[in-house]
Every structure is written in structure tokens, then in C-alpha cells.
């Protein structure tokens, strides 16, 4: 399996100029880099910004032409009243200062939406990382069980050679080996099948990979509290909160009549007469919507923090049973590491120092030795869930929130 994972990773680094090992860290930062569902994130917030300049910007002001008493019965254009005016609207009540509010308020909407993309990314490429680093570790116990496995087949030999042992322990040694190396064959698929993954959410090929480095073997202490408000998930709820009640602002704002000036020239060619025009529109207000509107947005306002909260209780009970999983993982990985390693360590030395002086079967032997292994799978195993528990609380509270 060793042999499997050192030709991956030899193969990866073939026209690469850094050789480094992938750490963890510098794997985020691709993700980050290279992911499109990020830079399209990105450019949804830059989008809002941008949205920001236009609106509430003054209404553009109107010319008007008019030509009045042109031909029929008059004299042609001889008796013709002419007018030229220019007209613009004032909007009252806030209208603009309202409609920058929404779009300034919207901003925050695209803005924690990228922000909680990256969340879910980073939090996946950790997961990818781990499997990664699992499959390493266990290909490193398949290698050095294939070198015992060797061993013992040649000690066997030697032995049936020399007519210290039975042909059934050479059988029984070479049978073993084969379930060593069978057992390699049954990782191939998941190695590459997790590299994979993992070149995919970091944004390069698998190829590029190369071998992971990471303290698999070390667990922090997880203290987890409360979800804090400063995450993406309720913060873009607060954001929408926010635009809602902006948007009400602006509905009461409709409300409010505005006033239409104009000025401009008039030309009375049967009287050869130059006078100057002036104008006001103002509507009538009779049906004021705009009150309804705004009792009707903030209606909405109020069931999105209904909704925010209910995404905190989500959220929470999510992060509550992660951290249990993670703690119930890594107490089983300390105490298989404590416990049943030294003492799995020390059935196999006694066995094979009984095996060599005659005290203990082969059976005996290859049984401790596959127990050593297989209790160090599962150390990894238990790393590996608590490793993933870990990850997966990122989704939850990452460094700094």
C-alpha cells in the first residue's frame, strides 16, 4: 500500500517545482483561490456594490415640445402657437434616500451569502483532506505488515528447511501474506478515489496532488458554546431583515406626492409674440397604497426573524451533536492509543519471543501480529471520525467567530 501511495505521490510531482508536501493550510488557500462557485459569489457582491451608485440618483428631466393650431382651418403655420419646456420631477418623503438604503442594505445579503459559500467549501475540503490523510495512514500499517508478513514467510522457510517446522507453518505463513496483500489491493480504490475529491475541491488535478502532510495523530480540546450571531447563516437572515424593513421604509415613502416643474418658451407666430411658460404638476393623492405596503413588508420582517431563529436552533442543535461525536471519537482514539496499543504491542513481542523459543504455535504469532494491525486500524478509524467530527464543527464556528 506504502509502495501504491509513494508512486501516486511520485507521479504528482513529476514537472512541479515546488516538491513541499500539501499541508492543510496551503490546500484552503487553492480552495479559495481556484473554486468558481466562490468567484461567482464574489462577483454577485461586487454586483450589489456596484447597484449601490444607481439607485437613488435624481429622475432625468423631461423636454417637451408642442405645436398647437397647425393648419385646418387656420392659416397654415402662419397662425401657429409654438412651446418648448423643460420639466423635472422632485421626489418627496425620502424616496431616494430610501432606495439607497435598500440597495446599500442588499449588499449585506450577497456579501454573508459568499461569506457562508466559503464556509461550506473550506469545511468540505477539510473532510476531502482528512479521508486523504486516513487512507495514507492506513496504507503505512498495510506496508509494515507486508514487511512482517515477508519476514515470517522467510523465517518459516528457513525453518521448514532446516526441520524445525512443519510444512503447515509455512503454508499458514505464506497464507497470510497473501491476506496481507489482498487487504492492499481493497485501498487502491479508496486512496485515489478520496485524492480525487480532494484535487477537484482545491481546484487542480489529481496528478498535481502530491502527498498530504498533517498532525493526524493530534487532537485539540473543542470547547463549543453558543452559535455565534457573527455567523454567515443569521447574518444573511439579518441582512434580509435589514432589506425588508428598508423596503417598507421606501413602500410609506410612495406615499408622498411629488412635484413637477417646468419652464420653458412660448411662440405665438400669429401675433409674432416670445413669452416665457412656467408649470407645476402635483398629484392628488387620493388611495394612499403605500401604507399597506409598508404594514405588509414589515409583516415580512417579522417572519424572517422567526425564520433566523429558527436557522440559530438548527444550527445550534447541529453544532451540539457534532461536538458530541467529536468528543466520543477522540476518547476512543486516546484510550486505543493508551490502553490497547502498548498492550497489543507487548502480546506480539512475548509471542514472537515465545515463537522463537519454542514456547508458542505460528498460530499464536500471526494472531498477535494481525491483532497489533488491526487495532491500529482502529485507532486510525477512531482518529479519523474524530478528525471528521472536527471538520465538520468548522461548519458551525470557524477561527475567529
Not at 450589489?48 to 444607481?54: F, H, Q, R, T
Not at 410609506?252 to 406626492?257: F, I, P, R, Y
Request: one cysteine or more.
Amino acid at each position: 500500500m506504502k509502495k501504491y501511495i509513494v508512486l501516486l505521490c511520485s507521479v504528482a510531482l513529476v514537472g512541479i517545482a515546488d516538491s513541499e508536501p500539501l499541508t492543510l493550510d496551503r490546500a484552503l488557500e487553492l480552495a479559495r483561490q481556484n473554486s468558481p462557485e466562490l468567484r461567482a459569489a464574489r462577483l454577485n457582491t461586487q454586483s450589489a456594490e456596484k447597484a449601490v451608485g444607481a439607485a437613488g440618483r435624481w429622475l432625468n428631466p423631461k423636454l417637451e415640445f408642442e405645436a398647437e393650431g397647425v393648419g385646418g382651418d387656420l392659416d397654415g403655420f402662419n397662425d401657429t402657437e409654438y412651446t418648448i419646456a423643460l420639466m423635472q420631477t422632485f421626489e418627496r418623503g425620502g424616496k431616494r434616500k430610501h432606495a439607497r438604503a435598500v440597495a446599500q442594505e442588499s449588499i449585506g445579503i450577497a456579501f454573508q451569502a459568499e461569506a457562508e459559500k466559503e464556509l461550506m467549501l473550506l469545511a468540505d475540503v477539510r473532510l476531502a483532506f482528512i479521508e486523504v490523510l486516513a487512507q495514507q495512514e492506513v496504507g503505512g500499517v498495510r506496508e509494515e505488515q507486508e514487511e512482517l508478513g515477508r519476514a515470517f514467510v522467510q523465517v518459516a522457510k528457513t525453518r521448514f528447511e532446516a526441520g524445525g517446522a512443519s510444512e503447515m507453518e509455512l503454508v499458514q505463513a505464506e497464507l497470510q501474506l497473501e491476506e496481507i496483500l489482498l487487504s492492499q489491493t481493497c485501498c487502491f480504490g479508496d486512496l485515489e478515489a478520496a485524492r480525487t475529491r480532494l484535487a477537484s475541491l482545491i481546484g487542480i488535478s489529481e496528478k498535481e496532488l502530491g502527498e498530504l502532510a498533517g498532525g493526524y495523530y493530534t487532537l485539540d480540546t473543542v470547547e463549543t458554546g453558543a452559535i455565534a450571531a457573527s455567523h454567515p447563516a443569521l447574518q444573511r437572515m439579518d441582512a434580509r431583515i435589514a432589506v425588508t424593513r428598508a423596503q417598507a421604509q421606501r413602500a410609506k415613502a410612495q406615499d408622498a406626492t411629488d412635484i413637477t416643474l417646468a419652464a420653458g418658451y412660448k411662440y405665438e407666430a400669429a401675433e409674432d409674440v416670445n413669452t416665457f411658460v412656467l408649470g407645476a404638476k402635483i398629484p392628488l393623492n387620493f388611495v394612499r397604497s403605500g401604507r399597506v405596503e409598508e404594514a405588509a413588508q414589515l409583516l415580512r420582517a417579522d417572519a424572517l426573524g422567526a425564520e433566523r431563529e429558527e436557522v440559530r436552533r438548527r444550527l445550534q442543535q447541529g453544532l451540539s451533536v457534532i461536538a458530541a461525536l467529536y468528543k466520543g471519537a477522540k476518547l476512543e482514539a486516546e484510550m486505543t492509543r493508551d490502553k490497547l496499543i502498548p498492550k497489543a504491542e507487548e502480546a506480539y513481542q512475548l509471542s514472537r519471543a515465545g515463537y522463537e523459543a519454542g514456547r508458542y504455535s505460528w498460530v499464536e504469532l500471526i494472531a498477535s501480529q494481525q491483532n497489533l494491525a488491526d487495532i491500529r486500524i482502529r485507532q486510525i478509524d477512531a482518529l479519523k471520525d474524530a478528525h471528521l467530527a472536527r471538520a465538520e464543527i468548522h461548519r458551525f464556528m470557524k477561527e475567529g467567530m
